[in-house]
C-alpha cells in the first residue's frame, strides 16, 4: 500500500483503513459461479473487441511491452466485484497478475489504490473499460444499497432487492445488493412462489386465500422453491392470508401501504401469525425507508437500489513502461 503512482494520482490523499460492511461468508454464497461469470464476462469483452481487438494499442504497443497499472477509486463507495477482475484479466492474459488491496463489502476512500495490475501491457488495455463498467455499476448498487440498510439501523428491517435489474446484469447487481450490506430476494420467476396483485385481481379475499392455498400445494408439488409470498394491498386481503394453515406462507409483501396501515398490518401479523415475515414495498425513498422499517416489518423492498444506483468512478493508472516499436 506504500507504492505510489504516476500521473494524475500522484497527489492522492493518504489512503484509510477500510470498513468491512458485510460477511465473506454471505458473499460467497451470493456469487455466482465462476463458469457463469465467464459466460457473462465473454460477452461483455466482445461488446468491447469485436472481431478486430484493440487495433489502437496493437498498432502502438509492442506484445512484449510489460507494465503495472493501479486501478483508483475516484469517489469513495462501497466495492463490488473483485472477483470479476480477476476472472478478467485470466481471460484477456493468463500470464496478468492481479493484486486485490480491497475486499468486497468493504469501503473504498475517494482516491484510494484498490487493484494492482501487472503483466502485458496490450492486455491492461484490453481489459480496462469492461473492468471499470463493471466496477463502477456494481459497486454504485452496492453504495447505494449500504446508504438505504444504514438508514434502517436500530430496526427490525432489512433492505432487500427487487428484480428491476439491468438486463444481463441481474445475478451480479444481487450480488452487489448484499456487498452493500441488503438482502438478495428471488432471482427470478423460477426460483420462488410470489402472487403479486395481477395474479389475484378481482377476487375477494376470502376467495384469494383459497386460490393461493391451492396454487402454493401445487407450486411445491412440481417445484423446489426458496418460499411463497404473497402481495397485497389492503388489510382484509392480510387478513385472510394470515388465517390460513401454520406453514403455508412464509412471507406477505405490503404493497404502497401507509405508515398508519402498515402498523396495523404487523398488529394483525403478531396476533394471528408471528411466524409470517412483513416485506413493504412500493416507492421506497431515502426520505421514508426509515419511518417505513419503524414500522416493525421485516423487510423493505426497494427498486432503487439496482435501477437508480449512482455508479461509482474508477480509473486506471498505469505506470510507466516501455513501448518497444517494431512488429510482434
Do not use: W
Not at 505510489?4 to 490523499?13: E, F, L
Request: hydrophobic share 45%; net charge positive.
Amino acid at each position: 500500500m506504500g507504492e505510489r503512482t504516476i500521473g494524475r494520482m500522484s497527489n492522492a490523499r493518504k489512503e484509510k483503513p477500510c470498513r468491512q460492511v458485510t460477511h465473506r461468508s454471505a458473499l460467497n454464497a451470493q456469487l455466482p459461479p465462476d463458469a457463469v461469470l465467464k459466460k457473462l464476462l465473454k460477452n461483455f469483452l466482445q461488446e468491447d473487441l469485436g472481431a478486430a481487438g484493440d487495433v489502437t494499442s496493437n498498432a502502438m504497443i509492442s506484445a512484449r511491452s510489460q507494465a503495472t497499472a493501479y486501478v483508483v477509486a475516484r469517489t469513495a463507495g462501497v466495492l463490488s466485484g473483485v472477483r470479476l477482475v480477476e476472472l478478467l484479466a485470466s481471460m484477456v492474459r493468463p500470464t496478468l497478475t492481479v493484486r486485490g488491496m480491497v475486499r468486497d463489502g468493504e469501503r473504498v476512500c475517494e482516491g484510494q489504490k484498490v487493484f494492482c495490475i501487472s503483466g502485458s501491457l496490450r492486455g491492461i488495455l484490453l481489459l480496462e473499460r469492461t473492468m471499470l463498467n463493471l466496477l463502477g455499476r456494481l459497486s454504485g448498487v452496492a453504495t447505494f444499497t449500504n446508504t438505504f440498510a444504514t438508514q434502517v439501523k436500530g430496526t427490525k428491517a432489512r433492505i432487500r432487492d427487487t428484480r428491476k435489474t439491468t438486463p444481463g446484469l441481474r445475478a451480479l447487481e444481487k450480488y452487489a445488493v448484499v456487498c452493500g450490506g441488503g438482502v438478495s430476494h428471488r432471482a427470478g420467476l423460477f426460483d420462488a412462489f410470489l402472487a403479486k396483485d395481477n395474479h389475484v385481481a378481482g377476487l375477494t379475499p376470502r376467495r384469494m386465500a383459497h386460490d393461493i392455498h391451492q396454487a402454493i400445494i401445487a407450486a411445491y408439488r412440481h417445484n423446489t422453491l426458496k418460499f411463497a409470498m404473497v402481495e397485497v394491498d389492503t388489510l382484509d386481503q392480510l387478513d385472510a392470508l394470515l388465517r390460513l394453515p401454520n406453514g403455508v406462507i412464509d412471507a406477505i409483501l405490503l404493497d404502497n401501504m401507509s405508515l398508519v396501515t402498515l402498523r396495523k398490518a404487523v398488529a394483525l401479523r403478531d396476533r394471528l401469525a408471528p411466524g409470517v415475515q412483513l416485506e413493504a414495498s412500493g416507492g421506497v425513498t431515502l426520505k421514508t425507508v426509515a419511518a417505513i422499517a419503524q414500522c416493525g416489518v421485516d423487510f423493505v423492498s426497494v427498486g432503487a437500489i439496482t435501477h437508480s444506483a449512482p455508479q461509482i468512478d474508477f480509473a486506471m493508472d498505469i505506470q510507466s513502461a516501455p513501448r518497444k516499436r517494431g512488429r510482434s
